[in-house]
């Protein structure tokens, strides 16, 4: 599986700007996508994940109400709207995939993840 996400740039606080993360290659029924990000100096952090079966989300607190996550199945796509941003979201963010298993899904470790994308920064002026 290839990932490739785009959408990054500059924007003021208060903007908005969405990501996508096209998946091509090998599919998978039972599938999963996440966003992480990191920032100069930090660790690599999650922001969110979606089960591409069930559409079922998941969050990093600090973005709830802001972030959306949503799926396209027919064009293997999968978007992270971010509305509302602020200058502590500034970071490159990376979509990942994974195949579930059908055990316990720790959607917001990295190490769970298969395959990454590129990353693209997103960077959020005050």
């Known amino acids: 599986v290839q990932l490739v996400d785009t959408g990054g740039g500059l924007v003021q606080a208060g903007g908005s700007l969405r990501l996508s993360c096209a998946a091509s290659?090998?599919?998978?029924?039972?599938?999963?996508t996440g966003w992480f990000r990191q920032a100069p100096g930090k660790g690599r952090e999650f922001v969110a994940a979606i089960r591409w079966n069930s559409g079922s989300t998941f969050y990093l607190d600090s973005v709830k109400g802001r972030f959306f996550i949503s799926r396209d199945n027919a064009k293997n796509t999968v978007y992270l709207q971010m509305n509302s941003l602020k200058p502590e979201d500034t970071a490159r963010y990376y979509c990942a995939g994974t195949v579930l298993d059908g055990g316990v899904w720790y959607y917001s470790r990295s190490e769970r993840y298969n395959y990454w994308g590129q990353g693209t920064q997103v960077t959020v002026s005050s």
């Open positions: 290659g090998r599919t998978f029924s039972n599938y999963a």
